[in-house]
DNA sequence: AACAATATTAACCATTTAGTTAAACCAAAT
DNA sequence: ATTTGGTTTAACTAAATGGTTAATATTGTT
């Protein structure tokens, strides 16, 4: 074969200027020329810049959603659920930076597609939710439901990623490796943050 | 005068646009069947795209911080204080629920120049981090450094207004009334969150 | 070597889109 | 009523952009 990475090339190159200019700001033209390659050539391994597109986005979050299912099975004690779910999300954060905005993206410009995906691979929460309520009864949290729990976790792990460009400015003097530390803190911080909001000692 | 309020409609679909489709989706064909009007008239108003775009997002902008600085000068008690911020910040995105996604967006559009015009705007965070680290060493407040705990804040304030279209199919079943409410709890429960995690009681 | 299949390119096309222009409209002032 | 100012419109333009085509190169197969 001529190359069997160039469509690996592709693919990298699209994650690059996706998430530099989303789905709508991302040029074809630019996409090749990160490539290394000619814009027909796009062309040739995907149709259209949807697909492309689509490929690139739900190839990288069909391999999000796995693990986080895995997690979602065990039985460990609550605590130690907490602390595998935020490590989960941010290890694979950490690895996909470019993902929430990504994300952030999608669930505005087709959420029908995004929700219809995710049902799909078998990513769905009312199993989480009745564990949470029970735990609530149980006597083992204080009082929260789990949307309120859910938008707290996401929110607290997600938003350093997509404020990064501000926040590494505003808070570390536009240090980049103070905010890769910052970063790799937030794993026990966060889960020590949960911890300590939710757990009855 | 022609119309004083046409100006004004303009702002409001054009915000509505592009909160919808973003600053490359938009397109001003689309914002002036919004506002009803001309597509020219949009171009006699605000003579580029880049122009409208920025008079509407850093319109917003400036009447949020203001307020924020407002509450960063109070010299409450802290568990207060972080009742006050969540409390501001809340009923800001609340009234303005498309700023998040907009402010995310600018972020990586040209986080210089959003950098900029909030320093310009006098906000920066030397002041209210000093009183966190004062509140710490008295030891008011568990071990934590600023930038945790704003992302943290923000995250947590900040999440459901982003991921609404998704977390209201997936939680809610899309029922648009449940949502909203759980919107106007959230300011109470990131409190309460806020506080259990962090005050020494 | 000859052939076939796949990979790659340069040049081109059709459409979309931001932005312009010149004319019409309308309200108030003279 | 006419002039004058801002306002609004329909029609147009130039550039950008996603996508196509047809020809060339490369690789694998017999």
């Known amino acids: 074969m001529g190359s069997d990475n160039t469509k690996e090339k592709i693919v990298q190159a699209a994650q690059l200027v996706f998430i530099r200019k989303g789905m709508d700001g991302a040029r074809m033209q630019e996409i090749a020329d990160e490539a290394g390659i000619n814009k027909a050539l796009l062309h040739y391994y995907f149709h259209s810049k949807q697909q492309l597109f689509n490929e690139v986005f739900y190839g990288v979050l ?14 460990e004690p609550f605590s130690d659920k907490i602390e595998a779910v935020v490590r989960e999300y941010d ?26 995906f995710m049902s799909d691979q078998g990513l769905n929460f009312s199993k989480i939710e009745e564990r949470i309520n029970g735990e609530v009864s149980a006597g083992n949290i204080r009082s929260i439901t789990f949307p309120h729990l859910f938008a707290n976790l996401i929110g607290m792990v997600v938003m350093p990623y997509i404020g990064r460009p501000l926040f590494q400015r505003k808070l570390f003097n536009n240090d980049s490796a103070k905010y890769d530390q910052f970063l790799q803190e937030r794993r026990a911080v966060i889960t020590r943050f949960i911890q300590q909001a939710i757990l009855t000692k």
Chains 1, 2 share one sequence.
């Open 91 to 116: 290890s694979f954060m950490s690895k996909n930076p470019f993902l929430p905005q990504f994300i952030i993206n999608e669930i505005n410009r087709d959420p029908e597609q995004l929700s219809r």
């Open 62 to 75: 069909s391999r999000l959603i796995p693990s986080l299912l895995e997690i979602f099975k065990l039985e």
